[in-house]
């Protein structure tokens, strides 16, 4: 059974880069079929996608977000990771990795979800 | 201010039949395959439908997508107390080249 993982610090200071990893456990990610994505969803609000990447190191991303992202790919561990520089108080979220099923775009559906970690930005 | 619109709230009693509508334009829905999400309370999203009808394994046949034009519909049929929930569509937007998403719908079971 395919799960995922985040992992990373629950507080970041503004201005500061934000960090998660998202291991990967009863699937390889290196699989031809599917990238892997960044999902967040601010308290109380909707669903935001930040980006996919695919096991060779393509990426997609939101536009909006884009400048601020870096995302990476360690198929060795089967796991991917999410960078978020200058962060402000407009970040805090619960951030959410997946598998990206990229049916004919990249971004979704996402077939599998990790459970999310909170990440609050804060002095 | 979500691109695709959806009714913030919706209910229904057990057992009977629920519509949660999605409005788009021709640069998202009009263009591309829909998907649904069903979040419960204090969990992950799940994915209901895809490509607009399609049930991932799993998924009950009570749930139904559907899509004419630039709107999409999500149908849940015999009414569960566990359907309680909130609802989210999602598209890919040609215009602003990122995946779009409803700003959620909460279904509540009278």
């Known amino acids: 059974q395919l799960q995922l993982q985040e992992s990373g610090p629950g507080l970041v200071k503004p201005s500061e880069t934000l960090s998660l990893t998202c291991i990967v456990s009863g699937a390889s990610i290196s699989s031809s079929s599917y990238y892997w994505g960044w999902i967040r969803q601010p308290p109380g609000k909707g669903l935001e996608w930040i980006g996919s990447?695919?096991?060779?190191?393509?990426?997609d991303h939101n536009p909006s977000l884009k400048s601020r992202v870096t995302m990476s790919v360690d198929t060795s561990k089967n796991q991917f990771s999410l960078k978020l520089r200058s962060v402000t108080a407009a970040d805090t979220a619960v951030y959410y990795c997946a598998r990206d099923q990229w049916l004919v775009h990249v971004g979704g559906p996402f077939d599998y979800w990790g459970q999310g970690t909170l990440v609050t930005v804060s002095s | 201010q979500s691109v695709l619109t959806q009714p913030p709230s919706a209910s229904g009693s057990p057992g009977q039949r629920v519509t949660i509508s999605c409005s788009g334009s021709s640069s998202n829905i009009g263009s591309n395959t829909v998907h649904w999400y069903q979040q419960l309370p204090g969990t992950a999203p799940k994915l209901l439908i895809s490509?607009?009808?399609l049930r991932p394994s799993g998924v009950p046949d009570r749930f139904s997508g559907s899509k004419s034009g630039t709107s999409a519909s999500l149908a849940i049929s015999g009414l569960q107390s566990e359907d309680e929930a909130d609802y989210y569509c999602a598209a890919w937007d040609d215009n602003l080249n990122t995946v779009v998403f409803g700003g959620g719908t909460k279904l509540t079971v009278l």
């Open positions: 490509s607009n009808n």
């Open positions: 990447i695919y096991y060779s190191g393509s990426t």
